[in-house]
């Protein structure tokens, strides 16, 4: 009787987790990703003790805001955030959070095509050019043309690594992936967030690890290119292992530009999560006119069907991603209807006329 006791109470301790809900259908407690869109797309949230992988774009500055979303979510709940990178000052990217808002800061990116009508057939018009969102969203709105004000940060974790306090202000030129392996364990022992520690009121550790893989990490030590994609390997397979049984989420960043997609399809195995980012710049879909609403596409490469038989994955269906002043958000792509960009250039022709060596007009 008292050990049923005893869980009931366990039970009722992690579903009060601020910042968190368990997923009605398996059970799963998920944290949000600051961008409800994100959010919907992935069945409700990030399932805690779960590793999202997001591929960055050639630049970084894309998978820097998603990030930003991610931080900003957790400093809202008061969850302790662990923030490591080599190629980008960690502290800096706490300062960098967005506001908090209590509404969408650009509701008209939804409905900024509800006045536009086809003109190839009237039944088309019914047809949802976007996916629309929920109005029960998990999660807060966030403004991206400002910076989250410093009260907020009161009674906030914040780890950063490496800890540039303790560095004296110099970054190092590389630190192995041991030692961050091992600043990670410490953090989820010591503040006891591994789900057999015992604690007094239960919280949620996310970890942010920034660009994990770039040139910046393995610069000083002599190792070949083949034992740096092993030491990455090794890393992701116990960091997984660490948060499977713990009370955190991870979003790990890695350049996957610098390696091939053969090694990129290895990382996959070892995360839960997913997500590839692809902008148009630069490449022949920038001038599309179809396209030009938005920055590139959003590839979900992974779901995991954590506590369920059922994946949330949605086949293959295409999303993109858009980046605006005070947003950022993700929709499912819609192209318009072929109606031919030649139509216009085509010369008038006599039925049935041999010249030209084109299809018959009638």
């Known amino acids: 009787m008292e050990q049923k006791t005893e869980q009931r109470k366990t039970i009722k301790s992690i579903l009060s987790i601020p910042g968190t809900r368990a997923n009605v259908q398996s059970g799963q407690l998920l944290v949000s990703s600051g961008i409800p869109s994100v959010d919907e797309l992935l069945g409700g949230g990030l399932p805690v ?3 999202v992988l997001i591929e960055e774009d050639s630049g970084g500055s894309y998978s820097r805001v998603m990030l930003r979303y991610f931080l900003a979510e957790g400093v809202v709940h008061k969850h302790a ?35 536009d009508k086809m003109t190839i057939a009237f039944r088309y018009q019914k047809l949802p050019k976007v996916k629309k969102q929920t109005t029960h969203h998990f999660g807060n709105y966030y403004d991206l043309s400002k910076t989250m004000s410093q009260e907020c940060f009161d009674n906030v974790n914040i780890t950063e690594w490496p800890d540039q306090s303790a560095l004296g202000g110099c970054q190092l030129s590389s630190m192995s992936y041991k030692e961050l392996l091992v600043a990670i364990k410490d953090k989820l022992e010591k503040d ?28 000083n030590e002599k190792y070949s290119e ?17 948060l499977r049984c713990s009370f955190a989420v991870a979003i790990v960043t890695v350049p996957s530009h610098l390696y091939s997609e053969s090694f990129t399809s290895r990382l996959y ?8 980012l692809e902008p148009f710049a630069g490449t022949a879909l920038e001038n599309n006119v179809a396209l030009s609403d938005f920055h590139g596409y959003f590839h979900l490469k992974k779901m995991s069907p954590i506590n369920t038989l059922v994946s949330k994955h949605p086949g293959s269906v295409e999303y993109v991603f858009k980046l605006r002043r005070k947003k950022f958000c993700i929709e499912m792509l819609h192209l318009p209807p072929d109606l031919g960009d ?3 250039s085509r010369n008038p022709k006599m039925g049935c006329s041999t010249g030209g060596g084109g299809d018959l007009d009638f």
């Open 49 to 51: 003790g779960s590793v």
């Open 81 to 115: 955030v662990f923030v490591g990178s080599q190629d980008y000052n960690p502290g800096k990217m706490t300062k960098e959070l967005p506001a908090v808002i209590s509404s969408d800061p650009e509701p008209e990116l939804l409905d900024e095509h509800k006045t």
């Open 192 to 219: 006891k967030y591994f789900i057999n520690s015992i604690r007094e009121e239960r919280s949620i550790l996310r970890l942010v690890l920034h660009s994990l893989g770039s040139g910046m990490w393995l610069k």
């Open 226 to 242: 083949e034992e740096s994609r092993n030491a990455l390997n090794t890393f992701m397979y116990n960091l997984r292992s660490l």
């Open 269 to 276: 195995n070892l995360c839960d999560v997913a997500i590839k």
């Open 342 to 344: 030649d139509d216009g």
